[in-house]
């Protein structure tokens, strides 16, 4: 309630990736995208700006996947990283680990592999000391 405001979803899509399309390669975006076909590569959001993906029952990512905010309902290749907020719905199975802040899984969901879960505040609360080098 205090500590530092979170980023808010995208509302809404600045870039589509529809069905039938395939990418070879890695993917960088920022803002929100949504996806319906299919990636061979990498999905990274731009970091310090808020970023929303959208990959619906459709969509393929055989890659690695880092965000802000996720809502997964095809299947992911590769280990997930959201650092806001992940949905997993009913259709979405992910082949690799997830790291996550907040999670939300539904009935039927598929996850191989582990869930871990991130805690920024935790980082934020580490204090460096300084040796006093006058004595």
């Known amino acids: 309630m205090f500590g530092k405001k979170h980023s808010k ?10 069905v039938g399309t395939t990418i070879e390669g890695n993917l960088s975006f920022s803002g929100g995208m949504r996806i319906d076909g299919q990636v061979n590569g990498n999905v990274i959001a731009a970091q310090g700006k808020p970023s929303t ?4 029952e459709h ?9 802000t905010h996720l809502v997964v309902n095809g299947a992911i290749n590769g280990p997930v990283s959201a650092s806001e907020y992940m ?5 979405a199975k992910v082949n690799g680990d997830v790291h996550y ?3 939300e899984i539904q009935l039927g969901a598929i ?11 935790a ?3 580490i204090v ?3 040796l006093n080098s006058g004595e």
């Open 9 to 18: 979803p995208q509302n809404r899509i600045d870039s589509l990736i529809g």
């Open 101 to 103: 802040k907040t999670l």
């Open 53 to 56: 993906l959208v990959l619906s």
């Open 59 to 67: 969509a393929r990512v055989n890659g690695e996947v880092t965000v």
């Open 123 to 125: 980082q934020d609360k």
């Open 87 to 91: 949905e997993l719905q009913s259709k």
């Open 111 to 121: 996850i191989e592999g582990r869930l871990i879960h991130s805690t920024v505040a």
């Open 128 to 130: 460096a000391f300084k």
